[in-house]
């Protein structure tokens, strides 16, 4: 497991959910992996059938990487231009000889900047690291409903 890199998790999901359009078709030949997957999304001419939906190669990995789960962390990135989060994901790919990998990857999340600004243009893929839960809490949430009463009191 050693050798692999959070963004191999990050482009497997991203390839994942482009195989999840129903014009993207993997040609007999090829199989999703870790190792492949950063080919495949990047060049998917190679490996889909003719008649690929190109477009959604474009959206999802602004889309992807808005995801989040809760996260304590911070980045460790500043701009004077845009404001940065950091989120993270438990993301699960397969390797070539089909073994299930899990792990937690992190990444900053660049946001704002005004009217003119890319935020989604910063490398955050190449930047991601991997993360690791230390600590997992049940919280138990009290969700109250009200209506007004009828009357004085």
């Known amino acids: 497991m050693s050798n692999y890199k959070p963004s191999d ?17 993997l ?11 950063e080919d495949m999304f990047q060049n998917p001419e190679w490996c889909l059938k003719e008649g690929y939906y190109e477009d ?13 789960d809760e996260c304590n962390l911070s980045s460790d990135k500043f701009s004077r231009h ?20 899990t792990r937690w990857v992190g990444w900053d999340y660049w946001y704002g900047g005004g009217k003119h600004s890319e935020p989604e243009s910063i490398d955050w893929i190449s930047e991601s690291v991997f993360v690791k839960v230390v600590k997992e809490e049940v919280v138990t949430l009290v969700k109250r409903t009200f209506e007004r009463e009828d009357g004085d009191v």
């Open 27 to 37: 040609q007999e030949e090829y199989y999703l992996s870790l190792e492949n997957a």
């Open 56 to 68: 959604c190669f474009y959206d999802i990995p602004n889309e992807f990487r808005e995801i989040t």
């Open 82 to 101: 845009y404001e940065v989060d950091f989120h993270v994901q438990e993301l699960t790919g397969i390797t070539a000889e089909g073994e299930t990998l």
């Open 9 to 25: 998790f990050i482009y497997y999901a991203m390839m994942e959910e482009a195989l999840q359009d129903e014009n993207n078709i």
